[in-house]
Nanobody
Protein backbone atom coordinates (compact mmCIF):
# COMPACT_ATOMS: atom_id res chain seq x y z
CA UNK A 1 0.00 0.00 0.00
CA UNK A 2 1.40 3.37 -0.99
CA UNK A 3 0.18 6.45 0.83
CA UNK A 4 0.61 10.10 -0.13
CA UNK A 5 -0.39 12.75 2.39
CA UNK A 6 -1.06 16.38 1.52
CA UNK A 7 -2.87 19.46 2.75
CA UNK A 8 -0.60 20.71 5.50
CA UNK A 9 0.40 24.31 5.86
CA UNK A 10 0.52 27.35 8.09
CA UNK A 11 -2.69 28.47 9.75
CA UNK A 12 -3.61 30.82 12.55
CA UNK A 13 -5.06 29.53 15.79
CA UNK A 14 -8.77 28.97 15.40
CA UNK A 15 -8.45 28.18 11.72
CA UNK A 16 -9.10 25.01 9.77
CA UNK A 17 -7.23 22.67 7.47
CA UNK A 18 -8.17 19.48 5.68
CA UNK A 19 -5.52 16.82 5.24
CA UNK A 20 -5.80 14.24 2.50
CA UNK A 21 -4.09 10.90 2.03
CA UNK A 22 -4.19 9.13 -1.29
CA UNK A 23 -4.03 5.35 -1.15
CA UNK A 24 -2.89 3.02 -3.89
CA UNK A 25 -5.29 0.37 -2.56
CA UNK A 26 -9.03 0.61 -2.10
CA UNK A 27 -9.40 2.05 1.39
CA UNK A 28 -12.51 -0.02 2.04
CA UNK A 29 -10.27 -3.11 1.83
CA UNK A 30 -7.95 -1.85 4.57
CA UNK A 31 -8.59 -2.94 8.15
CA UNK A 32 -7.76 0.35 9.81
CA UNK A 33 -6.76 3.73 8.42
CA UNK A 34 -5.41 6.32 10.78
CA UNK A 35 -3.80 9.71 11.19
CA UNK A 36 -0.83 10.10 13.52
CA UNK A 37 1.18 13.16 14.35
CA UNK A 38 4.61 13.90 15.71
CA UNK A 39 5.43 17.23 17.28
CA UNK A 40 9.04 18.40 17.62
CA UNK A 41 10.79 16.51 20.40
CA UNK A 42 7.80 14.25 21.06
CA UNK A 43 6.77 10.73 20.21
CA UNK A 44 4.40 9.99 17.39
CA UNK A 45 0.83 9.79 18.64
CA UNK A 46 -2.44 8.48 17.26
CA UNK A 47 -4.84 11.27 16.34
CA UNK A 48 -7.78 9.48 14.73
CA UNK A 49 -8.64 6.16 13.16
CA UNK A 50 -11.39 4.58 11.11
CA UNK A 51 -12.01 0.89 10.69
CA UNK A 52 -13.11 -0.96 7.58
CA UNK A 53 -16.58 -1.04 9.10
CA UNK A 54 -16.60 2.72 9.57
CA UNK A 55 -16.06 2.96 13.32
CA UNK A 56 -14.07 6.05 14.27
CA UNK A 57 -11.92 6.87 17.25
CA UNK A 58 -10.18 10.08 18.33
CA UNK A 59 -7.52 11.19 20.75
CA UNK A 60 -9.05 13.11 23.64
CA UNK A 61 -7.09 16.20 22.63
CA UNK A 62 -8.84 16.45 19.25
CA UNK A 63 -12.36 15.19 20.02
CA UNK A 64 -14.98 17.60 18.78
CA UNK A 65 -12.47 19.45 16.61
CA UNK A 66 -11.16 16.86 14.14
CA UNK A 67 -13.12 14.53 11.88
CA UNK A 68 -11.72 11.53 10.03
CA UNK A 69 -13.45 10.36 6.89
CA UNK A 70 -12.72 8.37 3.76
CA UNK A 71 -13.82 7.41 0.32
CA UNK A 72 -12.57 4.63 -1.93
CA UNK A 73 -9.23 6.24 -2.68
CA UNK A 74 -8.71 8.95 -0.07
CA UNK A 75 -8.47 9.35 3.67
CA UNK A 76 -9.25 12.77 5.12
CA UNK A 77 -8.75 14.64 8.35
CA UNK A 78 -10.82 17.78 8.77
CA UNK A 79 -9.21 19.89 11.47
CA UNK A 80 -11.17 22.78 12.95
CA UNK A 81 -10.44 25.16 15.82
CA UNK A 82 -6.75 24.51 15.44
CA UNK A 83 -4.46 25.28 18.36
CA UNK A 84 -0.69 25.86 18.50
CA UNK A 85 -0.38 22.47 20.25
CA UNK A 86 -1.68 20.85 17.06
CA UNK A 87 1.56 21.83 15.32
CA UNK A 88 3.19 18.63 14.10
CA UNK A 89 4.00 16.49 11.12
CA UNK A 90 0.88 14.46 10.33
CA UNK A 91 1.17 10.96 8.90
CA UNK A 92 -1.43 8.68 7.43
CA UNK A 93 -1.23 5.00 8.26
CA UNK A 94 -2.78 1.85 6.86
CA UNK A 95 -3.01 -1.43 8.73
CA UNK A 96 -3.40 -3.98 5.94
CA UNK A 97 -3.03 -7.72 6.45
CA UNK A 98 -0.07 -8.01 8.82
CA UNK A 99 1.73 -4.84 7.83
CA UNK A 100 1.63 -1.17 8.72
CA UNK A 101 2.15 1.33 5.93
CA UNK A 102 3.05 5.00 6.33
CA UNK A 103 2.76 8.05 4.16
CA UNK A 104 5.55 10.61 4.02
CA UNK A 105 3.99 13.15 6.38
CA UNK A 106 2.65 16.65 5.94
CA UNK A 107 3.58 19.56 8.20
CA UNK A 108 0.89 21.51 10.00
CA UNK A 109 1.96 24.70 11.74
CA UNK A 110 -0.52 26.63 13.87
CA UNK A 111 0.51 30.12 14.86
CA UNK A 112 -0.83 31.88 17.94
Amino acid sequence: VQLQASGGGLVQAGGSLRLSCASSRNIFDISVMAWYRQAPGKQRELVASITRGGATSYADSVKGRFTISRDKAMLYLQMNSLEPLDTAVYYCNAAYQVFNYWGQGTLVTVSS
